[in-house]
């Protein structure tokens, strides 16, 4: 069983900066692909971006593109979200999850087998 622990939300203006963390406990920290998800009020949970387990894929939602960036640490079982730019659009609770191994389907909530329990991340304007 994996436990994540995400830390890094709060407030910030629009086009300032925060980096997200979610630190895995539990298990095999690099049998998992990674992944970043965010739900605001009202919608539906939204794909994010994703890595693979040793780093070396990386995908993200065209919304996010150039803005915000994935990465982990797998000596520290870390992983990132460094969020540049930041609209309020951009408001939600984000969410970190783990999906044993396989690389597909990286923005289908359904397919990930773990999930931490949320950080907000709130951009005024």
């Known amino acids: 069983q994996v436990q994540l622990v995400e830390s890094g939300g709060g407030l910030v203006q629009a086009g300032g900066s925060l980096r997200l963390s979610c630190a895995a406990s539990g298990g095999t920290f690099t049998r998992y692909s990674m992944a970043w998800f965010r739900q605001a009020p009202g919608k539906e949970r939204e794909f994010v971006a994703a890595?693979?387990?040793?780093?070396?894929?990386?995908y993200y939602a065209n919304s996010v593109k150039g803005r915000l960036t994935i990465s982990r640490d797998n000596a520290k079982n870390t992983v990132y979200l460094q969020m540049n730019s930041l609209k309020p659009e951009d408001t939600a609770v984000y969410y970190c999850?783990?999906?044993?191994?396989?690389?597909?389907?990286?923005?289908?909530?359904?397919?990930?087998?773990?999930w931490g329990q949320g950080t907000q991340v709130t951009v005024s304007s």
């Open positions: 999850a783990a999906k044993v191994l396989r690389w597909d389907d990286m923005a289908v909530p359904s397919k990930y087998d773990y």
């Open positions: 890595i693979s387990w040793s780093g070396d894929s990386t």
